[in-house]
């Protein structure tokens, strides 16, 4: 089902999809033929540029909750045909811009080029003739029916089918004795974690917070490595002011919070049991072993033997269970000749070796400088054409971006993922491969701009390469890999270190209940979630990276923490009102 023929009648269609077509080349002629101040052409420019592309990119986007409901509908059409035109000008301008190629001329026969594809082509999923559209949000069958399978082919093409569970959880009940049930259970004690408990306990929300405070941060990140983000964009959200990164900076007497001073690990996880110990000192210590359905919500497990049952529960669990290492690597990583970055504290523990580091990003291009930095013998293999470091932060106010604060969680220079950022709950409305293509391209693989002093010319970098092959045997691992023409080339190393990042699978998410896990609806192997961050197993809420395929890139950032918390906070409130 596309969104042109919800709105016009069939014999209009045609002709608009032919309209939107030519639109773009339309606004070309008239930036070659008209004068650069007349009206006429900056009218013509201005509305190809904001509206076009996204009318054309509609007809591949799914139908909203309001179809059929007249002009609501419209409206929000109109408003996704912006959002996604908006988003396709900076798709388009980022290229240009960053290889100092930019021009209107450029930019006009690029997007031109795009709203003719997407304005001719055959709409994939169309909706069969005489089917109804669904309510998007599945509400569980009356009590006495068997569920019958569902997908969510509204929001999520691909989704496979999940039979609904048996006896799925209710929503949340009149709570029973305060020893052994609570309103909600918030799981986890990183930064979303956090966040999330301070603004439930501001909403009046009994809770109990589980889990030790920044452990993945201490347990998985290696010692020496300082924070990508800038630290105007590493402060924890909290409902109130007071305790922010230069609010612990402060108080601890320690240097101000400037863009051009990067935070330490060390420093950043200090300020992570500070925020806990002022705003969540009720956290405790111990971990969520299992969480399985139970009558009128979730019965958790913990490592003390102790059990409870909980009316709602949120998973802040972070990253580390979704650590990716690419197929080819997997055999080496069973001879223990390959790991992923986030199993080492220490590298220390190579030195003298010879280490391949898979990746592009700020995690390998700093695994790579500590790698060397301890006497290692490192080489960086990675798929890009180059390595990139973003640039410093401007000085002065001149050379700032239009928009507020920080461009984006990795400070400026970055407009596309600063507009990405900006719009999470828009986001949640694109078509799910393209949200999936958003997460996995932006921001590009990039390195922090304090670091490249510190690597650029200090070890072997590989670029171009694809691994095709990883051999392991006699204690070493020969890698097989094509450069950028495609020519074969050995390489042999002691270990190999993937680099390669996160991808959410809620099949690795051991801490739920196995039942539980495939009840689940989900997407590319993340779940599928409410505006309210609020699972297909109501009462079930995931935030933090967990949440960035629905969300966006700004999920994968410690910054997202005040989007997340208050969005979730107000889901579980607007439920105890029900």
Known sequence: MTTLPMI??????????????????LALAATLALPDAGVLRMLVVCTFLLLCPGAAATRWARPTPWHGKGWPFVVET?????????????????????????????????????????????????????????????????????????TDTRDEPGTRARTAPRTPPA???????????????????????????????AARVPLRVFGQTMESWRAHMPEGMFLQT??????????????????????????????????????????????????????????????????????LLLDTG??????????ATGAVPYAFVPRALRACVEEGLASHTSRHRDLRRFAGERVAVFGAGQSALECATLLHEARARPTLVARTSAVVFDPPPPNGTGDRLLLPGPASPLGRGRPLLG???????????????????????????????????RAAGRFPVLCGRTLVAAEPGYGVVRLRLLDEHGWPEDVVV????????????????????PGLRQSLRVFAGAPVL???????????????????????PLLRFVTGTGFAARRLTAAVTAGKRR
């Open 78 to 150: 109109a408003f996704l045909a912006l959002l996604f035109s908006l988003c396709l000008a900076v798709l388009a301008v980022e290229p240009f811009y960053l290889s100092e190629t930019f021009t209107t001329t450029r930019v006009i026969i690029t997007l031109a080029a795009l709203t003719s594809l997407l304005a001719l082509l055959p709409t994939p999923g169309g909706r069969r003739p005489g089917a109804r559209p669904t309510d998007p949000d599945n509400a569980p069958p009356a009590s006495g029916t068997r569920p019958a399978p569902t």
């Open 494 to 513: 002691d270990h190999v270190l993937a680099a390669t990042g996160y991808r959410v699978d809620i099949r690795r998410l051991d801490v739920l209940d």
């Open 419 to 453: 507009t990405v950022s900006r719009g999470g709950a828009a986001y949640r409305r694109l078509p799910a491969p393209l949200r999936m293509e958003l997460l996995r391209a932006v921001p590009r693989p990039s390195g922090a701009w304090w670091l490249k002093e």
């Open 171 to 201: 929503r949340p009940r009149s709570p029973g004795p305060p020893s052994d049930r609570v309103t909600i259970a918030v799981v986890g004690a990183g930064p979303y974690g956090l966040a999330t408990a301070c603004h439930l306990q």
């Open 8 to 25: 016009l009648p069939p014999r209009w269609r045609w002709p608009l999809r032919v309209a939107l077509a030519l639109s773009g080349w």
């Open 530 to 552: 409410t505006a309210g961050f609020e699972s297909s197993t109501p009462g079930l809420y995931f935030t933090g990276l967990a949440a960035a395929p629905s969300f966006g």
């Open 230 to 299: 800038v630290p105007a964009a590493s402060a924890i959200a909290t409902p109130r002011p007071g305790h922010a990164l230069t609010d612990f900076r402060a108080a601890r007497g320690l240097a101000g919070a400037d863009d051009h001073r990067p935070v330490p690990l060390a420093e950043y996880i200090d300020y992570g049991r500070w925020f806990q110990e002022h705003l969540v000192p009720e956290l405790e210590p111990c971990r969520v072993r299992r969480i399985s359905p139970a009558e009128g919500g979730f019965r």
């Open 306 to 315: 102790e059990e409870l049952l909980a009316a709602s529960v949120v998973l």
